[in-house]
């Protein structure tokens, strides 16, 4: 398992934050998630605040996503 993380101060009008955290080269049979927000806001017009996960399986034309999230404009 790894992840990324961006720990610097944020600017919402020079780009986006986000973390992320991916398992590979196992079998996975199924996954559980609970998406916890916390008084999401936005700073500036035009921005939005996304919590999301994606599970992702092969590539090309044998990729297969789901994606749940919720997004706050």
């Known amino acids: ?3 990324q993380s961006i720990s610097r101060p944020f600017d919402p009008t020079i780009g ?3 973390a992320v955290m991916s398992a590979r080269n196992g ?10 927000l916390w008084k999401p806001y936005v ?7 996304l919590a ?14 789901i994606e ?3 997004q706050v404009v």
């Open 1 to 3: 398992m790894s992840y």
């Open 16 to 18: 986006h934050q986000h």
């Open 27 to 36: 079998k996975f049979y199924g996954t559980e998630v609970a998406i916890n």
């Open 43 to 49: 700073q500036i017009p035009k921005e939005f605040s």
């Open 52 to 65: 999301q996960i994606w599970v992702v399986s092969g590539n090309g034309s044998t990729l297969n996503t």
């Open 68 to 70: 749940a999230c919720w």
